[in-house]
């Protein structure tokens, strides 16, 4: 499955972002859509899409974007969630879903930082995709394009883009 992720929009999802998940098969978000519900919709419709609420966003988008989501995907438990801290200083409640889950892959957003490593305390991968919207203080916009395959993450690339 070839997988985009992306997280912090805070409203955008520029043309480019689009051109360079168009050839996903499935998009991620990571929280803080912004815009309403629009952006999600927005989204949601451009591919498949599983997201997560973020702090900002409309609580009406509980309904269709949960506190955290939890799943397999070709052979690896995905635990997604906004606010998620980084190995080793990892917020109280992301802490407790990793232990309590035990994912093989832990994707946040929140903190606009693309961070992308090995926890070797959990035995994950933790991918936070940075922030692909213009709100915030980081001056590049950023967002991740995978595959998963037969339980292995592969050929993973970064996609950046100044902020407007």
Known sequence: MFIGLISDSHGVFSPEFRE?????DEVWHAGDFGGGLDLETEIAAFKPMKGVIGNCD??????RCPMFRF????????????????????YPEAGNL????RPDIFVCGHS???????DRKYNLL???PGACGNQGWHAVRTALRFHIDS????????FELNRR
């Open 58 to 63: 409309d609580r009406r988008l509980l309904d």
């Open 98 to 101: 990793i232990r309590q889950y």
């Open 20 to 24: 360079f998940l168009q050839d996903v």
């Open 126 to 128: 933790y991918i936070n």
């Open 112 to 118: 606009h930082i693309l961070k992308v490593m090995n």
């Open 151 to 158: 339980g292995k993450v592969h050929d993973m690339e970064v």
């Open 71 to 90: 799943w397999d995907c070709e052979g690896l438990k995905v635990l997604m969630t906004h606010i998620g801290g980084s190995p080793g200083h990892y």
